[in-house]
């Protein structure tokens, strides 16, 4: 089945408000910033959304971020975004810190159809017993606090279960693709994407280059992708960084 889509704008038409979303990219290496530009333009809002970070202020999620688009993050890095760090403290959005790879791993059992799984990552901290704040009140007092999780022990060391994590939708970022949505990540951008990919119900990749994939190059199979969007030479090379360590 040919899922090459006409546009980002397409790709994007039917992500309603309140929809949950698994994002990819690791601070800004490997995201689909194509894809968040059109659906910010689509104007959709009260979204749920988990990726390791929230983008910078004013790009990728953090576009999203600073219109207002967003109520929930589910992630592990409030990093460089002084407007996530504004919106978490003054009680605007809920935000669930998770570890990072506790995320990964949520992330892939949900789209592999595994509910739950248990971890030692965490035992004896807030993540297990509770307390983390998930929405502070206006005056800067918990109103909202992450409750304890179960424990089992396994193998003599306490373990913590953590559940799965699927989404309405995914938007991701691939180098090279085939019609058939089969995907290849480039270097660093593979932390987050084929994670996020997996656990969405619908999958949006944007792509650098449409190609055809020998078998054994495939980072990521079709069957977790329903839709393809080719990037422009422009947008392909639109790769910003958070910070330049170079003079």
């Known amino acids: 089945?040919?899922?090459?889509?006409?546009?980002?704008?397409?790709?994007?038409?039917?992500?309603q408000d309140a929809a949950t979303l698994a994002v990819g990219g690791f601070g800004l290496c490997g995201v689909p910033f194509t894809l968040i530009d059109a659906l910010h333009e689509r104007g959709s809002s009260g979204l749920s959304v988990v990726s390791n970070n929230c983008g910078v202020d004013g790009r990728g999620l953090g576009q999203l971020l600073g219109s207002g688009r967003i109520s929930r993050v589910t992630g592990s890095y409030i990093g460089e975004n002084k407007e996530f760090a504004r919106q978490y403290l003054g009680g605007e959005i809920e935000v669930e810190l998770v570890p990072q790879g506790t995320l990964a791993e949520r992330l892939r059992a949900?789209?592999?159809?595994?509910?739950?799984?248990?971890?030692?990552?965490?035992?004896?901290?807030?993540?297990?017993?509770?307390?983390?704040?998930?929405?502070?009140?206006?005056?800067?007092?918990?109103?909202?606090?992450s409750p304890r999780k179960e424990e089992r022990e396994?193998?003599?060391?306490?373990?913590?279960?953590?559940?799965?994590?699927?989404?309405?939708?995914?938007?991701?970022?691939?180098?090279?693709?085939?019609r058939f949505g089969n995907l290849v990540f480039d270097q660093s951008a593979q932390n987050f994407n084929p994670l996020c990919a997996m656990a969405g119900r619908i999958t949006v990749a944007e792509v650098e280059e449409l190609t055809d994939?020998?078998?054994?190059?495939?980072?990521?199979?079709g069957v977790f992708v329903d839709r393809v969007v080719v990037l422009t030479p422009e947008q392909a090379a639109d790769k910003p960084i958070e910070k330049r360590t170079t003079r």
């Open 110 to 145: 949900g789209g592999a159809g595994i509910p739950a799984f248990y971890t030692p990552a965490g035992v004896g901290t807030a993540v297990a017993e509770g307390g983390l704040p998930l929405r502070y009140a206006a005056d800067g007092s918990v109103e909202l606090a």
């Open 154 to 178: 396994f193998g003599g060391r306490p373990h913590v279960l953590e559940e799965g994590i699927v989404t309405d939708f995914a938007l991701v970022r691939a180098r090279k693709a085939d």
């Open 213 to 221: 994939l020998a078998p054994d190059e495939i980072h990521l199979p």
């Open 1 to 15: 089945m040919d899922k090459v889509v006409t546009s980002a704008a397409a790709a994007v038409a039917d992500i």
